[in-house]
């Protein structure tokens, strides 16, 4: 393309938003946790690996999430791993999250 057919570039600022993650640790009682979070159909984990993966409603397709990636549930409900360099690039812990981390470090994962 040229510089007179290519169609002009836009910039755009993504939206704050909040959403919800689950770390993926490898354990098999994470794995419970974030079945019965995602739904029993949505979660798939071999045995032989500790990459597990996760159904995307919206892309119709799984998504491996290795171990130390967390699963984010998205703004339309969709389901996806997120490294934890973009976990940290992108977000910020809320204050409720934030609490309720702090709450399980005081008592032993617990909360």
Known sequence: MTATTMPPVE???RRP???DTMLWDGTPARAQQIRAWVGDHRFWLD???PTA???N???H???PVPVGHRVVRGVLGEFYAVSPDAIQATYRRTLVGALVALLRRIFGGKP
């Open 61 to 63: 397709e799984w998504f």
């Open 11 to 13: 910039r755009f600022r």
């Open 57 to 59: 409603d919206q892309e």
């Open 53 to 55: 993966s996760v159904w």
């Open 47 to 49: 045995d032989a690996t």
């Open 17 to 19: 938003t909040t959403v």
